[in-house]
T-cell receptor
Framework: DQQVKQNSPSLSVQEGRISILNCDYT??????FLWYKKYPAEGPTFLIS?????DKNEDGRFTVFLNKSAKHLSLHIVPSQPGDSAVYFC???????????FGGGTRLMVKP | GAGVSQSPSNKVTEKGKDVELRCDPI?????LYWYRQSLGQGLEFLIY????????KSGLPSDRFSAERTGGSVSTLTIQRTQQEDSAVYLC????????????FGEGSRLTVL
């Protein structure tokens, strides 16, 4: 029973365009959401987070949107750069500080 | 370095053997997590330590898996009588007591069971 799902295993975009990565969750107790980025042979690194009291959080080229009624969040990267090519995991927790439940990841490829 | 350190980085073992994977968390971080990533899969939670509290072992897939954390710092994940389905990258992460939800991951230990 996957509580956090990333339905697109891969995404390919052109450099300079927008990348949109999607994530759905089923557990209504989740109220804190994070995105992690993972390069090959490295551990995941934290990218951006959002609390359920917000519907948008922005950090430079990265913006996370949260739609609580739809139990859906998305990560927008604009403009996309080749260095953004990585696997992106969304994660959720019932409260900040508790253990995270991760999605299956989406491999993003940004083509020059 | 100052990050989470894991060893060994790669381990190849024969089915039925026991393996130990080690994690050195970031100094001062009270929470420590073990996850694993099987080929083509997401991150699967295994076990969570927080300070001196009893660990949350709810993610351990079988009784062949165990973990301990000595002195509130270094952790060892032990897999007994390894099976081929145990092959995965085992990732350790730590976080400070006042947690924003951000975990700091090590580079992982890749386990291959032949």
């Amino acid at each position: 029973d996957q509580q956090v799902k990333q339905n697109s295993p891969s995404l390919s975009v052109q450099e300079g365009r927008i990348s949109i990565l999607n994530c759905d969750y089923t557990n209504s107790m989740f109220d804190y959401f994070l995105w992690y980025k993972k390069y090959p042979a490295e551990g995941p690194t934290f990218l951006i987070s959002i609390s359920s009291i917000k519907d948008k959080n922005e950090d430079g080229r990265f913006t996370v949107f949260l739609n609580k009624s739809a139990k859906h969040l998305s990560l927008h990267i604009v403009p996309s750069q080749p260095g953004d090519s990585a696997v992106y995991f969304c994660a959720a927790s019932p409260n900040a500080g508790n253990m995270l439940t991760f999605g299956g990841g989406t491999r993003l490829m940004v083509k020059p | 370095g100052a990050g989470v350190s894991q060893s060994p980085s790669n381990k190849v073992t024969e089915k039925g053997k026991d393996v130990e994977l080690r994690c050195d968390p970031i100094s001062g971080h009270t929470a420590l997590y073990w996850y694993r990533q099987s080929l083509g899969q997401g991150l699967e939670f295994l076990i969570y330590f927080q300070g001196n509290s009893a660990p949350d072992k709810s993610g351990l897939p079988s009784d062949r898996f165990s973990a301990e954390r000595t002195g509130g710092s270094v952790s060892t994940l032990t897999i007994q009588r390894t099976q081929q389905e145990d092959s995965a990258v085992y990732l350790c992460a730590s976080s400070p007591h006042i947690n924003t939800g951000e975990l700091f991951f090590g580079e992982g230990s890749r386990l291959t069971v032949l």
